[in-house]
């Protein structure tokens, strides 16, 4: 198949690379010239694994890159819109940018195409985009919107893509349904499992995935749900680590006992310091808006977004408990990103709570594997970034973990305890064992778990403090 993908960043890369290698003609359409112009020369401008791999296969054959939409729109069976849908003021998804590619695509339907919505929308946006683009001029018989929602994580986004859970299209007749089944015919047909170049599968993927299809309007709702439901799952799991903060009791032996309930499942019952990213802040603020408007008042998402913000702070309240004062004090920060796997710093609650502790006067030294580029441009001056995370710990008075990343699981901890001042570690993601961590000297602080005092860190402390 022919397929256009308007919007070049983490979605629409992702997609454009993988539907390349499923086979289809694929041109990445992005009004961002200097971006076009860096992917033209082979660079690729986010952090994603499998994708330079996948860029580097297909480039200049299955995959082109344009600034030239209504170029790419006649050339195309299929044209998915996976621009941004960011927040505005009130909450409400700013639909501009899928306004204006639906405004363009318009003048070039001269044959059928199906309009496909990728980027996540409120419901009705597949009736608004068929407006749109008839206002602008469209034949009606030569065109269908669809609505195929993108389940991806950052970090992981190549791999969910092509070993999905399921594949939900939204389509109101079978001409556009038969399109959309001819698109993903080589995953749900198991085809593409079957190839010796395929991604490696991940454990968990049941192939071949099945392809779920719906009205418009309940494929829209799908995917604010989906997303809503699992932030309530990371909400809800933060909440009873508080509990378990206050009673003494382990989170990580709570979430066992429920997660192996297979109702419940245990996927996304990590206690941390909040989700963050792109996606689930402003879905959810979304999702709610959309409901005020027709007439529910759902007020479960204000709670689970409450218990989210509540989180950072409870755990910088730790880092005081722990510390006693801040101002002054040297700490190492191993993470930045959102999440592990990712450069993306969008909404990430590691910023967010450097910010707090510049503000609180201490010093920072930041470590992130992919996003300290970007954080550079949005963290206060004063904050350092070093090339590793021993570096980063250096001289430290604590360090204090905040993104997941398998770098950081796999750190030599008795080179850490060597680099610090005081061998303290609060960690904000649950990522070691507090056995492990006293073992090696440390006195250590998670989520949700009793503190893993060391009494040799505090004699180490005592005679380090005595040399100072
Ligand atoms: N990032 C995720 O993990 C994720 C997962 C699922 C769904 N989504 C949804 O997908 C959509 C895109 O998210 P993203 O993270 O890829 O955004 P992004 O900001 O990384 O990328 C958007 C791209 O669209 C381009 N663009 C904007 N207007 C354009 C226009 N008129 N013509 C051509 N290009 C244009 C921008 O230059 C940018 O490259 C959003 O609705 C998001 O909610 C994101």
């Known amino acids: 198949m022919?397929?256009?993908v308007v919007g070049s960043g983490y979605v629409g890369l992702v997609t454009g690379a993988c539907f390349a290698d499923l086979g289809h003609e694929v041109v990445l359409v992005d009004n961002d010239e200097k971006k076009l112009e860096a992917l033209r020369k082979g660079e690729v401008p986010i952090h994603e694994k499998f994708l330079p791999e996948l860029l580097a296969k297909h480039r200049g054959t299955r995959i082109k890159f344009s600034g030239d939409l209504q170029a790419a729109t006649r050339a195309s069976d299929a044209i998915f819109i996976a621009v941004g849908t960011p927040p505005t003021e009130s909450g409400d998804a700013d639909m501009s940018y899928v306004e204006s590619v639906a405004r363009e695509i318009s003048g070039a339907i001269e044959g059928y195409k199906v309009v496909v919505e990728k980027s996540t929308v409120p419901v009705y946006t597949n009736e608004w985009v068929r407006t749109i683009i008839l206002r602008?001029?469209?034949?009606?018989?030569?065109?269908?919107?669809?609505?195929?929602p993108e389940f991806l994580r950052e970090g992981t986004a190549v791999t969910d893509f092509l070993y999905p859970d399921r594949i939900v299209v939204g389509v109101e007749n079978e001409r556009?349904?038969?399109?959309?089944?001819?698109?993903?015919?080589?995953?749900?047909?198991?085809?593409?499992?079957?190839?010796?170049?395929?991604?490696?599968?991940?454990?968990?993927?049941?192939?071949?995935p099945r392809l779920i299809a719906t009205s418009a309007q309940s494929a829209e709702i799908i995917k604010h749900a989906s997303n809503a439901f699992l932030a309530m799952k990371i909400s809800f799991i933060n909440a009873v680590a508080s509990i378990c903060d206050s009673v003494g009791a382990n989170v990580q032996q709570v979430c066992e006992g429920i997660g192996t309930d297979s109702r419940i499942g245990p996927r996304f019952l990590n206690p941390g310091i909040g989700y963050g990213g792109s996606c689930f802040p402003k879905d959810l603020l979304a999702f709610r808006a959309v409901a005020k408007e027709g007439g529910y008042d759902f007020r479960l998402l204000e709670e689970v977004i409450r218990i989210n913000e509540e989180q950072r702070h409870r755990f910088l309240k730790k880092v005081r408990s722990v510390l006693w004062t801040l101002r002054g004090k040297r700490l190492g920060v191993l993470g930045l990103a959102f999440k592990g796997g990712t450069d993306d710093i969008r909404e990430s609650p590691a910023l967010l709570l450097v910010e707090e502790l510049v503000r609180e006067g201490c010093r920072i030294c930041a470590y992130d594997p992919a996003a300290m580029e970007r954080a550079k441009e949005v963290l206060p001056m004063s904050v350092e970034f070093a090339s590793d995370a021993y570096s980063a710990a250096k001289d430290a008075d604590a360090v204090l973990?905040?993104?997941?990343?398998?770098e950081f699981a796999a750190l030599d901890l008795d080179r850490l305890r060597s680099v610090v001042r005081y061998p303290i570690v609060l960690d904000g993601r649950n990522l070691y064992d507090p056995a492990a961590m006293t073992a090696h000297g440390f006195s250590y602080y998670s989520i949700g778990r009793p503190a893993a005092v060391c009494e040799e860190a505090s004699n180490g402390r005592a005679k380090k403090?005595?040399?100072a």
Do not use: C
Not at 401 to 406: A, K, M, R, S, Y
């Open 2 to 4: 022919r397929v256009a």
């Open 136 to 148: 602008n001029g469209a034949d009606p018989d030569l065109f269908d919107i669809a609505s195929n």
């Open 176 to 208: 556009a349904a038969d399109v959309m089944r001819k698109i993903y015919d080589p995953l749900t047909s198991g085809w593409y499992y079957g190839r010796a170049d395929a991604i490696p599968r991940p454990d968990r993927a049941q192939t071949p």
């Open 401 to 406: 973990l905040l993104t997941e990343w398998e």
């Open 465 to 467: 403090q005595e040399r």
